[in-house]
C-alpha cells in the first residue's frame, strides 16, 4: 500500500439561503412601509370623500336654483330634495314640473343628503348637508353648504 498524505479536503458549502434573522428583519421592513403607506392613502382616501360632498352640494344647489327659477321657488323642507327627482305630490306643487336631477346622490357613507329651507346655518336660504362619517346629524362632522362652497343667490 502506497501510503501517501492524503489531506482531506474540507469543502465548505455555503448555501445561498437566508437566515432566519435575516427573513425577520426583511419581514419588519415591509411591515413598516405597507403601515406608512395604508396611513397616507386613509388620508387621501378621506379627502376624496370631502370632495366629492363638495361636488354633490354644488351640483344640488345648481339644480335647487334651477328647480326655483321653473317653479318659482325652492322645494319646501317636507318636499325635500326629492322633489329635484319627481314630481312633488305635497303642496305647493309647481305647474311647471320637471326634473332637474336624475337620481339624487347619496354621500360617500351611503346615507342621504339632508334639506331644510328656510337655512338655520348656510348664508344661502337653505341649508343642505351630509350627516358625516359617523351617521348622527347635529354633529361636528356635519358637512353641508355652510361649510362648503356652493353657489350662493
Known sequence: MNMRNHKSKIVNHKSPAFTLIEIVI?????AILASGSIYLLKGQIDSAKDTRVDSDLQAIGLALQSYESRALRKPTTEQGLKALV??????????NYRAFMKDMPKDPWGQEYKYRIPAQKSKD????????????????D??????????TK
Do not use: F, H, Q
Open 26 to 30: 426583511t419581514l419588519t421592513i415591509i
Open 86 to 95: 319627481e314630481k312633488p305630490t305635497i303642496e305647493p306643487v309647481p305647474e
Open 125 to 140: 336660504d337653505y341649508d343642505v348637508w351630509s350627516v358625516g362619517p359617523d351617521g348622527k346629524d347635529g354633529t361636528e
Open 142 to 151: 356635519d358637512l353641508g353648504n355652510w361649510k362648503r362652497g356652493t353657489p
